[in-house]
T-cell receptor, first 118, second 110 residues
């Protein structure tokens, strides 16, 4: 079974430039997550989609970050304009939708995109 | 107080040792709990879910204490290959809010 695909794997940009990341989740996974992981920290959830709807984007810096999942499959995360503090690994994950409100399913992560802002 | 807190370590243990990590969470309404493992420069991968009754998978045992709001991970007979960062994950109802701890680093040495 194919895993979560992300591209690019690495990106170096200058501050104030724009950048976009792409994610293709595991087939059949309706829930898709974007995380930011700064070196030495745990992943921080930026946005969570269920199909093409946003479930949680409370920690997404909406003045510069945007994300979409138009057809409920692939997703893109954009940063415009980038700041030095955006340097991090951006992880995409996907999971099945729980059959019960009390359940959560395993999240499968892609390899991440390592972003360096200079 | 952080929503999910872990001792960052590092824990340096010899092969064969038993080591335990704790993780505390602040939201008493949290429903689901997991331990993920993350190798250096790799993505996190599920190690095990944590059930109310506690659960064991080979050398790994996870426990949940709802009254004190913490989960634990016990690793017995440590192997060199256990060296990694262990991430505690807490989900609210239906997985609508996922919070990762900062991770605990483990080094197992020969």
């Amino acid at each position: 079974e194919a895993g979560v695909a992300q591209s690019p794997r690495y990106k170096i940009i200058e501050k104030r430039q724009s950048v976009a990341f792409w994610c293709n989740p595991i087939s059949g996974h309706a829930t898709l997550y974007w995380y930011q992981q700064i070196l030495g920290q745990g992943p921080k959830l930026l946005i969570q989609f269920q199909n093409n709807g946003v479930v949680d984007d409370s920690q997404l810096p909406k003045d510069r970050f945007s994300a979409e999942r138009l057809k409920g499959v692939d997703s893109t995360l954009k940063i415009q304009p980038a700041k030095l503090e955006d340097s991090a690994v951006y992880l995409c994950a996907s999971s099945l939708v729980p059959s019960s409100p009390n359940l959560s399913y395993e999240q499968y992560f892609g390899p991440g995109t390592r972003l360096t802002v200079t | 107080r952080k929503e999910v807190e872990q001792d960052p370590g590092p824990f340096n243990v010899p092969e064969g040792a038993t080591v335990a990590f704790n993780c505390t969470y602040s939201n008493s309404a949290s429903q689901s709990f997991f331990w993920y493992r993350q190798d250096c420069r790799k993505e996190p991968k599920l190690l095990m879910s944590v059930y109310s009754s506690g659960n064991e998978d080979g050398r790994f045992t996870a426990q949940l204490n709802r009254a004190s709001q913490y989960i634990s991970l016990l690793i017995r007979d440590s192997k060199l290959s256990d060296s990694a960062t262990y991430l505690c994950v807490v989900n609210d109802t239906g997985g609508f809010k996922t919070i990762f701890g900062a991770g605990t680093r483990l080094f197992v040495k020969a």
